[in-house]
């Protein structure tokens, strides 16, 4: 049995092709929501703009870090830090200069989060430009950030854990 051709194509040939492309977006579908899981949904979808070199358009006075830690600490409410955990994502508060404030050791961590607050254990990859305004303080700025408005989510700053304020793992 012989089938007609459309536009010269065998009917089966088409199908195949159509079949192919098919597959090819629920592939795509599928990768994109294994990435969505590993690294989050934005809330509003505000990423801050990555710096590429050339002139510093972030940073404090004193520049980029020239060494920083790969593990630092920010201090918190116990509530938002299990937020920021479980969402991987910061909200901006009234720092000056706009930016996720860290410390590098967790003495410091705990004057900021007070005696009922928690401590986010954060995981910094190398490749993120960190400012370093004074010792032990290390800070990623975000120019434009609207103040206790939008959550913003850093690539290569990944929350890693909760600790309580005397030190004990929560999550």
């Keep these: ?7 010269g194509r065998r009917p089966l040939t088409v199908l195949g092709t159509v079949m192919l492309i098919i597959s090819v977006i629920v592939v795509g579908l599928y990768v994109l929501s294994e990435l969505m899981k590993t690294h989050g949904v934005p809330r509003r979808g505000n990423f801050p703009i990555p710096n590429f070199g050339g002139r510093t358009t972030l940073g ?13 600490y920010h201090g918190t409410s116990l509530q938002n830090a299990f937020e920021i955990y479980n969402s991987g994502m910061w909200l901006v508060g ?8 860290m410390v590098d050791n967790f003495a410091a961590a705990k004057s ?17 430009r960190l400012t370093h305004p004074r010792a032990g303080v290390f800070i990623y700025e975000i120019p434009y950030a609207r103040r206790w408005e939008e959550y913003y989510q850093i690539p290569g700053m990944r929350p890693i854990g909760v600790l309580d304020f005397n030190g004990n793992r929560v999550m």
């Design 112 to 128: 900021y989060s007070g005696a009922n607050g928690g401590i986010v254990v954060v995981s910094v990859d190398p490749s993120v």
């Design 60 to 72: 404090a006075s004193s520049g980029y870090a020239s060494f920083q830690p790969t593990t630092l």
């Design 1 to 7: 049995m012989t089938f007609p051709s459309v536009n």
């Design 94 to 101: 009234d720092s000056k200069p706009s930016a996720v404030w």
